[in-house]
């Protein structure tokens, strides 16, 4: 049963780079898409981006700017980079999976418990 | 980007009563490989990731109860809980996962009355 855990400093200060990993057990990463979500107190869902197991990439247009995903299937780990962060960056971040079969792509199962990143001085 | 809107925000509803959630896509969300509705509910209880409950609209994720049904076309889709039980509280989010970037809704507070 695939797992997936996020890790990451806590806390960052503003204008700074947030940087997080996902990391997967349980099953290869290989033909699978990598999702990343965040969701502030009391909020909804926002989704930020994706990675392919080879790479490929595609970003919320939102966030784009800032955004830069990345992986490692030897280490069996994909890392998300936020660039100039501000308080409004502050939430819950999810790493998740999902794949594609004949053409339709599925919604993202199983996320991983997520980890809180403060954005402070 | 496509916006998925939930009606209502919250809801209370007695044990064993029928819950109903709704959720309208700004736009057709209908995948032409398979003719299937790229539609996602999920439940999130608190301190909780996300669950996966229904993908395609209407197809029950393995493990959830029977009391959850999806449906609905195009635009709008439903969540029925059947038979309300006490761990059904939780917040419910829609999600169409057809045009980047994937979207959610707002989510719909389910509570007891």
């Known amino acids: 049963q695939v797992q997936l855990q996020e890790s990451g400093p806590g806390l960052v200060k503003p204008a700074e780079t947030l940087s997080l990993t996902c990391s997967v057990s349980g099953d290869s990463m290989r033909n699978y898409f990598w999702s990343w979500i965040r969701q502030p107190a009391g909020k909804s869902l926002e989704w930020i981006g994706r990675?392919?197991?080879?790479?490929?990439?595609n970003y919320n247009p939102s966030l784009k700017s800032r955004v830069t995903m990345s992986v490692d299937t030897s280490k069996n780990q994909f890392s998300l980079r936020l660039t100039s962060v501000t308080a409004a960056d502050t939430a819950v971040y999810y790493c998740a999976r999902w794949d594609c079969r004949g053409g339709a792509c599925n919604p993202e199962d199983p996320w991983g418990q997520g980890t809180l990143v403060t954005v402070s001085s | 980007d496509i916006v998925m809107t939930q009606s209502p925000d919250s809801l209370a509803v007695s044990l064993g009563e029928r819950a109903t959630i709704n959720c309208k896509s700004s736009r057709n969300i209908l995948h032409s490989s398979n003719s299937k509705n790229s539609l996602a509910w999920y439940q999130q209880r608190p301190g909780q990731p996300p669950k996966l409950l229904i993908s395609?609209?209407?197809t029950r994720e393995s493990g959830v109860p029977d009391r959850f049904s999806g449906s609905g076309s195009g635009t709008d889709f439903t969540l029925t809980i059947s038979s309300l039980q006490a761990e059904d509280v939780a917040v419910y989010y829609c999600?169409?996962?057809?045009?980047?970037?994937?979207?959610f809704g707002q989510g719909t507070k389910l509570e007891i009355k």
């Open positions: 999600q169409q996962y057809y045009w980047a970037p994937r979207t």
């Open positions: 395609w609209a209407s």
């Open positions: 990675i392919s197991s080879s790479g490929d990439s």
